[in-house]
Each structure stands twice: as C-alpha cells, then as structure tokens.
C-alpha cells in the first residue's frame, strides 16, 4: 500500500487542496516600533486635555531627570556615592516591578492577549516587545538616572565602558522586568480586581514619598551617605544594582568582583527572558477560564469566598438583629467589593496608621498624632449616601419613618466603629510604644475616641444635608464635577464642626496639664469614650429625620455620577 502526501491529496470534485501559509520569516520589530510610534501619536490627537497632560508630564519627567543627572556628576569622588547610586537602582527596579500592577492603563502594548490571533513566534514576539518598549518617557527617565549613576562612579577609560555595558544592561533589566510582571498578570489586570489596583495606586505613591522623605531626613543628618552603606553592602549583589557598582570596582581595579556582578545581572536578564517567554507562551496559548461555562459553577462556588461575611454563617448571628445589622453587614460587603469605597478604605487605614508611625520614627513626634486615625477614619462616616450613587433608590424604598433613617444610619455607623474604634486603639498603642510613652496613652486614647465620635456625628449630619454623587468608573476622580464645592464644604464644615464638638474633652486635657494634675490624666479614658458615644448618637438621632424628610434630594444628588 502507498501512502500519498496528505497536501497532495484532492478533494472529490478534484480541486488540490492548499498548502497551509508559510510562517513569517521577517523580523516584527520594526512593525512593533512603528506600532508603538503610532499609538503614542494617536493617543495625542484623541484630546487636547490628553496632549497637555503628556507634554506636561514628558516636560517634568525630563526637568527631574535633568536634575538627577546634574546632582550625581557633581557626587564624583565624593565619599559613599557608590552607596548611593546602587541604593538608586535598586528603588527604581523595584518602581519598575510594581508600575505595572498599579497603573495597567499607561501602555496600551502591556496586554498581549491582544496579538494572540498573529502568528509570531515566542521568541520574535518578546524581542519585538523588548524594543518597543525602551520607547516613552520611563525609559527615557531610567536612562538618564542611570548614566548619571554610571558617571557618578566611573574612574578611567576602563571604568567608562564598564559604565556603558552597565546602563545598557540596567535598562535592559528593567524593562524587561516590567514586562514580565504585566504579562504574568494580564489576567489579573484586566480583571475588577485589577481595577482595584489602579484605583489603589495613589496609596502607593503616597505610602511611598512618605519613606521616601524618610530617608531623605536621615541622609540630612551627621553621617550623610555613610547611613546607606549597610543596605548599599546588600544590595550591590542584587541585579541590576549589581551592574551598576560594578563600574565602582572597575575603578577601584576589583576586575574579579566587577565582572562577578556583570556576570550575575547578564543571568538576571536570561532569567527574566526565559520567564517572560514561558508565561507569555502560556497565556498566548490557554483559554480565559473566565470565558468557559464550565467554569460558571465553580466561579459561583468561590463567590461566597470572595472574603465577605456570609449572611447566614457564624457572624451574622453577632450582628445586631433587625434592620440595623442587615445594613452592617451591606456596608462591610461594600468595603470589600466597591473599588471607590475599597480605595478610601485603604487609603484610610494606611495613611491613619502611617503619619504616627513616621512622626515617631523621626523622633519629634507626639503620641496625640494617634487622633489622625480618628479623623480620617470618622471621615469615611461622610456622604455614606454617596457610595451608593443611583441605586439609593432601593434604600429610600424601604425606608418609611425617622425610625428606619435612624436605623440605616446606625447600621452603617456601627460598620465603621467596629473597625475604627478597634483601629484607633493600635494606632495609639503603637505610637506609645515608638515614642516610648506608655504614661501618655491613656489620655491620647480618650481624645481620640472623643474625636471620632464627633465626626460619625457631623458625618452623618453632613450625609444627610450635603450628599453628593461618587463616579462609578474606575478613575481617580471621586466627586463628580458639578458637585467638588458640594464636597469640599461637607468636609470641610463637618471638621470643624467635630474639632468644635471636641472642646470639652480637649478642654480638659489642657485644664489637667496646666495645673499640674498629671495623675488625674487617666480620666480622659473614660470621659472621651463616653462623650465620643454620647456625640455620635446623638448626630444619628438629628440626622434621622432630615434624611427621612431629603429621600428626593439625596437620591437626586447622589444620582449624578
């Protein structure tokens, strides 16, 4: 029996059948750079405000890059500046693995799904992305930081080529690293909770510039740059830092350990490729299980695991009964699941926590910057309406009399204070600890609870007298534009109106200082528990019936987003 070629082979009406195309021999880079090119040059004729933006961000991008490059020249042959620039490297690596998770939406090429209909080859496909992705103003921005690094530390003819080898490489690294990270997250990125994260990324950068000023104030102190040589001593080994102190060795003539830490940066790099190209293999080549049916029933079997209290699991039955705890346990499930309510969550609990903590670090703290987790905390009681946006309609629905207002508005309070109240004890505990001020706790702690009983009070005032709409998008914008001076007076009225509710309790704190009766200052415990749960129920009963009374208004106003 002869076998015959399969491609030569006919149909029955004897039409040949044909030969499958040839794969593309040409190299995508050049295509890949014209696309980048093009979608850059589109983006700024989408819109003025879009063109601006760019130019304003490309124009101080290049006036801090300019900056940077000028303070590290004038750094040659000063002590410790190796410290220094490797320290550098390695925080912008470390900006260059987390960007992607925080700001998806920047580059439109980090999704490579969207090329899984081409037939380009693995190993085309990532050179191809490698090279379009050295063009934008982060790379352009790396690159001048760090050839003023390399400049920084480079002594001699050897020690400039070694400074060439090691800002390529260091570019190389960090791009490459970013891509990795964003392909090996494309599911998670273009997911709700990948927008959480976007939503999350002005945490970040504030978290950030707060240890940023941090170590910008102990490099201002009596050692200088010597209090980076520790870290610098750990770090010089870890890539791409490694290439960068390796131009140091070079002039230092340490050839041995210099090409040790080329040698280790060239293998991060191949490393990096090699799991860059087998996650973008995997992705290029598995369905979205999201896009299956039969991944239906298990997606509706992790939804009660999604990390929300289950109604009729062993936390319901701690929650108040009625209408009060129904609410409760809505608003928590709004804290876990709403991107814009996640974000001021977060934002919240972080930065509470964050400014006592830095403040005593500095050591010129004081263990009343506790209240901070109050007032930013309470300010979450603020325009509870709003979070709600268009479908407060079903709330105004059941909502009949000043009874069940008030009840909304307690079930919505005590969601918060069985974080805050919680919250505020550790803030104030651990700034006592860093500052070493047990004595003081007491006394802070009493404020504190005084402070953020006021704002539920004011707070819910405010919800019910100037309610205004959150947009639901996944911007940063959290008031819609009609309604910022709406937003600003609440807040800025009911701040006032809480620091003015707190005068007693503050009152006496000064009263028990002034005179001398330091040992009287535990009082403020209990009389700042008792007036803080004193004000904020008493703000819920007033506030009750205006919102009873305002169900159009506030469904009008919080409708607009």
Known sequence: MTLTDPLGA????????????????????????????????????????????????????????????????????????????????????????????FFPGGDETLDPTRLVMLPLRPRSLITALLVSSLIGIGPLFTLTLVAGSAIAVAHGAAAAVAGVVAVVLTVLVCVALARAVATANTRLLTSRKGRDLAVL??????????FVNLGAQQLGGE?????????????????????????????????????????????????????????LTHLMTTPDASTLQAAAPRERRRSG????????????????????????????????????????????????????VITAVQGNGSIYTACWASGLLGMLMYNQFGQDSSAFWMVAQ??????????????????????????????????????????????????????????????????ALAPYSIPQDSGYKNVVPAQAGIAWLSILGGLIAGAVLCAPVLGLTFWLHLSGQHGLLWVLLPVGTVYGAALAEIGLRVAAPRVAARLPEILAAVSKG
């Open 10 to 101: 006919k149909d029955p009406l004897g039409a040949t059948v044909p030969e499958p195309p040839a794969a593309p021999t040409a190299s995508p880079t050049p295509v890949f750079v014209s696309l980048k090119l093009a979608l850059l040059r589109n983006g700024l004729r989408q819109s003025s405000g879009r063109r601006a933006a760019y130019i304003t961000s490309l124009v101080l991008a290049l006036l801090v890059a300019v900056l940077q490059l000028l303070g590290l020249v004038l750094l040659r042959g000063t002590d410790h500046a190796d410290a220094l620039v490797t320290l550098l490297t390695a925080v912008l690596t470390l900006g260059w693995a987390v960007m992607p998770l």
């Open 201 to 210: 990324s002005g945490l970040f950068v504030a978290v950030g510039a707060q």
């Open 223 to 279: 050692n200088g740059l010597a209090v980076l040589e520790p870290a610098a001593a750990v770090l010089r080994w870890v890539p791409p830092a490694a290439a960068v102190d390796a131009v140091q060795g070079v002039s230092d003539g340490a050839y041995g350990v210099a090409a040790a830490q080329f040698a280790l940066t060239v293998g991060a790099l191949g490393l990096l490729m090699w799991w860059w190209k087998g996650t």
């Open 305 to 356: 695991a999604a990390g929300t209290p289950d109604a009729s699991g062993p936390f319901a039955r701690l929650l108040p009964a009625g209408r009060a705890g129904t609410v409760l346990l809505r608003t928590l499930r709004y804290a876990v699941r709403d991107p814009k309510t996640k974000s001021a969550w977060v934002t919240s609990l972080a930065v509470g926590l964050l400014l006592p």
């Open 398 to 463: 059941t909502i009949s009399s000043r009874r069940d207002a008030y009840l909304e508005l307690r079930g919505r309070a005590l969601a918060l204070l069985l974080v805050a109240v919680v919250y505020v004890v550790v803030a104030v505990f651990a700034s006592a600890a860093f500052l070493k001020n047990w004595s003081a706790a007491p006394e802070a702690l009493g404020l504190a609870l005084a402070l953020l009983g006021s704002m539920v009070a004011t707070g819910a005032m405010t919800s």
